[in-house]
């Protein structure tokens, strides 16, 4: 079975532009969540959606978006790029059942992203 | 705030020696979680243990988990240089993870 996938892997940016990133979870996975990864404020989540619906929002401005599609692939969409956007984006899947019970994720290997 | 923060921040030991970090969370928990990152990687789940468990074994990692002090505690018996990674908690509320530990073990 193939892992979370996410791409691009690396990406460079200015300030002002926008970004999108993408997630193609484990296949029979419907959940994926979005972590924002910076040396100073560590893992911090960003949003879960399960069945193309937002269940959980972390505390993050506007600017950060996301969305999911009938087939569970994500992407997530930044908007007016800043310079402290610049970090790794991780993305998570699970099987997570409508009883909505957290076990265990499966993390793809991020897309990192620079913000000049 | 961060749900999970893990104690200590770094840890430098040798090959062979047992490594413990802590972890600490905030409200009511179903389970907790541990995940390994290796640098600039994703991270990788590790153990999970539930709320009516108070010490679960996988290999050479050891959890504990004392809900009455909100607290979870990893072991890694006899490390390896393998075994230098950031080491992460994450409780099932949104899964909101702490800022690690940074785990380094010298051959």
């Known amino acids: 079975k193939a892992g979370v996938t996410q791409t691009p892997r690396y990406l460079i940016k200015t300030r002002g532009q926008q970004v999108t990133l993408s997630c193609s979870p484990i296949s029979g996975h419907r959940s994926v969540s979005w972590y924002q990864q910076t040396p100073g404020q560590g893992l911090q989540f960003l949003f879960e959606?399960?069945?193309?619906?937002?269940?959980n929002k972390g505390n993050f401005p506007g600017r950060f978006s996301g969305r999911q599609f009938s087939n569970s692939r994500s992407e997530m969409n930044v908007s007016t790029l800043e310079l402290g956007d610049s970090a790794l984006y991780l993305c998570?899947?699970?099987?997570?059942?409508?009883?909505?019970?957290?076990?265990?994720?499966?993390f793809g290997e991020g897309s990192r992203l620079t913000v000049l | 705030s961060q749900q999970g923060e893990e104690d200590p921040q770094a840890l430098s030991i040798q090959e062979g020696e047992n490594a413990t970090m802590n972890c600490s969370y905030k409200?009511?928990?179903?389970?907790l979680q541990w995940y390994r990152q290796n640098s600039g990687r994703g991270l990788v789940h590790l153990i999970l243990?539930?709320?009516?468990?108070r010490e679960k074994h996988s290999g050479r990692l050891r959890v504990t988990l004392d809900t009455s002090k909100k607290s979870s505690s990893l072991l890694i018996t006899a490390s390896r240089a393998a075994d230098t990674a950031s080491y992460f908690c994450?409780?099932?509320?949104?899964?909101?993870f702490g800022t690690g530990t940074r785990l380094q073990v010298f051959p």
């Open positions: 243990i539930r709320s009516n468990e």
């Open positions: 409200t009511s928990i179903n389970n």
């Open positions: 994450a409780t099932d509320d949104k899964l909101i």
């Open positions: 959606y399960f069945s193309e619906t937002q269940r």
């Open positions: 998570a899947s699970t099987p997570r059942g409508v009883t909505g019970r957290t076990g265990e994720l499966f």
